[in-house]
C-alpha cells in the first residue's frame, strides 16, 4: 500500500540553525501539507502545497519556514534559524483530490528537538 | 474560526466491550466534513472514519460508528468490541467543505484509549 514516508525519523538541532524536513508523498497525489504537533498539544496545521504554490498557511507559518517540491517527488520544509519553541513532531500529509474523498494520508513524523 | 474540542484526555476500556469518545466543534459554516483519525503508538494518523455534515445518516466502518448531532455539534465516535490493537491516540477533526485549493484539517487535542486486556 502506498505510503508517506518522512526523514529523518529525528532530528537534533542547535537554535538558531537551519533545518529541512524532508516527504515523500504519495506518488498520485497533488496535495501537500505540513502540520506539527508540540508534545501533549494539539496537532495544528501549517501550510497546504498545491500546483507548486502555498495554498494557505498559518499564523504560525511565518517567514521562518519555508516548503518547496524541488524534483517532483520529495516535499520538503525548511525551518531557517531554528527556535526552542521549534521542538515538535512535524507531519506531511498529501491528499489526491479536494473535498471528502481527498483523504489525507499522514507520515509518521520527523521528531525536532530544537536544543 | 473553526475549533474542535475533546473532553476526554483518556480513556480506557475493557477488551470486547464499547467505548465513545466525545468531540465537539464549533463552526459557521454549512457544509463541512468531520473526521476520526488514529494516532498508534507508531505515530502515523490513520482514518477511521468520516462524516459528511449534509448526510443526516451515520457514518459506520465495521466496529467503528458516529453518532453526528448537527445541531448540537457533536461528533462521538463508538468503537464497539474494542480490540488490544484499537490502543492509540484518537483525534476528531474538521474540514470544510469549500476551503479553495486545500483539504486543511483542524484537530482536537485528542483522547488517548487504552484497551485493556
Known amino acids: 500500500e502506498p505510503e508517506v514516508t518522512q526523514t529523518p525519523s529525528h532530528q537534533v538541532t542547535q537554535m538558531g540553525q537551519e533545518v529541512i524536513l524532508r516527504c515523500v508523498p504519495i506518488?498520485?497525489?497533488?496535495?501537500f501539507y505540513w502540520y506539527r504537533q508540540i508534545l501533549g498539544q494539539k496537532v495544528e496545521f501549517l501550510v497546504s502545497?498545491?500546483?507548486?504554490?502555498?495554498?494557505?498557511k498559518s499564523e504560525i507559518f511565518d517567514d521562518q519556514f519555508s516548503v518547496e517540491r524541488p524534483d517532483g517527488s520529495n516535499f520538503t520544509l525548511k525551518i531557517r534559524s531554528t527556535k526552542l519553541e521549534d521542538s515538535a513532531m512535524y507531519f506531511c500529509a498529501s491528499s489526491e483530490a479536494l473535498g471528502v474523498g481527498g483523504e489525507a494520508f499522514f507520515g509518521q513524523g520527523t521528531r525536532l528537538t530544537v536544543v | 474560526a473553526q475549533t474542535v474540542t475533546q473532553s476526554q484526555p483518556e480513556m480506557s476500556v475493557q477488551e470486547a466491550e464499547t467505548v465513545t469518545l466525545s468531540c465537539t466543534y464549533d463552526t459557521s459554516e454549512n457544509n463541512y466534513y468531520l473526521f476520526w483519525y488514529k494516532q498508534p503508538p507508531s505515530r502515523q494518523m490513520i482514518l477511521v472514519i468520516r462524516?459528511?455534515?449534509?448526510?443526516?445518516q451515520n457514518a459506520t466502518e465495521n466496529r467503528f460508528s458516529v453518532n453526528f448531532q448537527k445541531a448540537a455539534k457533536s461528533f462521538s465516535l463508538k468503537i464497539s468490541d474494542s480490540q488490544l490493537g484499537d490502543t492509540a491516540m484518537y483525534f476528531c477533526a474538521f474540514m470544510k467543505a469549500y476551503g479553495g485549493a486545500t483539504n486543511k484539517l483542524i484537530f482536537g487535542t485528542g483522547t488517548l484509549l487504552a484497551v485493556q486486556p
Open positions: 506518488s498520485n497525489h497533488l496535495y
Open positions: 462524516q459528511e455534515a449534509y448526510k443526516q
Open positions: 502545497f498545491y500546483n507548486n504554490e502555498i495554498s494557505e
